[in-house]
């Protein structure tokens, strides 16, 4: 089956609650390696990527469609474009593998949305992208079931950890080194980043400071 | 396949990191309709369960063993003493269901293993249990590949939001909230908790006050 990837990405002072542990020039680096990770698991799976990012950005593995409005307008801009079933994918998403991927791809129903940790979305896979419309931010997860209702889409809700740990916060650090694969993993452990156990809790290190 | 899973549940004064917004007695009735959804999702798989208990317990739904030891010994007390493939499942995983438990159960490998969010170790199966021995606490989920390893065990890491969401921390209550279908959701929102969108991100409260 042939489908298509949308991947929003923010390239200029992005990941800003993790300032207190990556300075501006770091934070850009990270959000750009994580963004690798699920370019190369998207490409993994057989499916082509676009990037909206909301300025001028270099990609040698994805197209890259600059606008300017916000995520939800951006997205709502590109999904009636799309002839294919489509994935909508975040790009802080570092654990992400291409069989984790295939779970969401595989779907028998309509649609496949997999949610954040705290009531954000994700991935949605959308068979017929004409018929459904992003509304991001606060509890996206159920506004996005309901749009699906209100269309008249069935929807699976698919259980991934990998899929469902965004990196946001500095104790979101963890699960990507503990689990992450790719690049923002490397990158993290290159950059001073360690694990260590202190009183039987795990904590994530700095150049010797324990930061979570 | 028969198999049997043993489940270590602390009835008196547990979860004492949730006592900023529970008393000791919420904490013993929470965790109380937490071990209930354990137990039924594991039932429904088919599967017998044992409580590893700290002390004197009354549950219709398993067998009970009262042990005095530490959780480690108590569990490998247990271990070699089947003569059938065991899971060890974590008492505080109310987001379980049947089919997240078949993934592990379906498991082609010697032995599977759902690591916790922070490292720990949320599930074990493992097909000869007394070839394997558990070491809980701190970088746990590490600590148990290289048992298995050790012992050469072939392992398979299973993938599961549902699974790796142990409720611990006033945080973790949201992902309950969202994503629950059991008891311990229902006894939220049955004594005060409800979800709130404030400034566009999901909050907890209860009575009105903001907790997460």
């Known amino acids: 089956m042939y489908f298509h990837a949308l991947i ?27 963004l690798c990770d699920v370019i190369n698991a998207v490409n993994r799976t057989g499916c082509t990527a676009t990037l909206l990012t909301t300025s001028k950005y270099e990609c040698h593995e994805a197209l890259v469609a600059v606008r300017k409005e916000g995520l939800n307008e951006a997205i709502n801009w590109a999904l009636p474009q799309f002839h294919c079933p489509a994935m909508i994918i975040m790009s802080d998403l ?21 949610p954040g940790l705290g009531g954000g979305t994700n991935v949605i896979f959308v068979k017929k992208p004409e018929k459904f419309h992003a509304e991001y931010y606060g509890f ?20 991934s950890m990998r899929l469902s740990t965004d990196v946001d916060e500095p104790s979101d650090l963890v699960e990507l080194m503990i689990h992450g694969r790719g690049l923002a993993r490397e990158w993290l452990y290159g950059h001073g980043f360690e694990l260590n156990v202190e009183n039987g809790r795990l904590k994530v290190m700095r150049n010797g400071e324990t930061i979570v």
């Open 140 to 159: 996206s997860f159920r506004r996005h079931l309901e749009i699906a209702k209100e269309a008249g889409l069935s929807v699976e809700i698919v259980d």
């Open 8 to 34: 929003p990405f923010k390239p200029k002072n992005p990941k800003t609650r993790l300032s207190a542990v990556l300075s501006q020039e770091e934070r850009e680096e990270f959000a750009r390696v994580m």
């Open 94 to 114: 570092p654990l992400v593998t291409a069989g984790a991927l295939q779970k969401v791809l595989s779907t028998d129903k309509d649609m496949a949305i997999v």
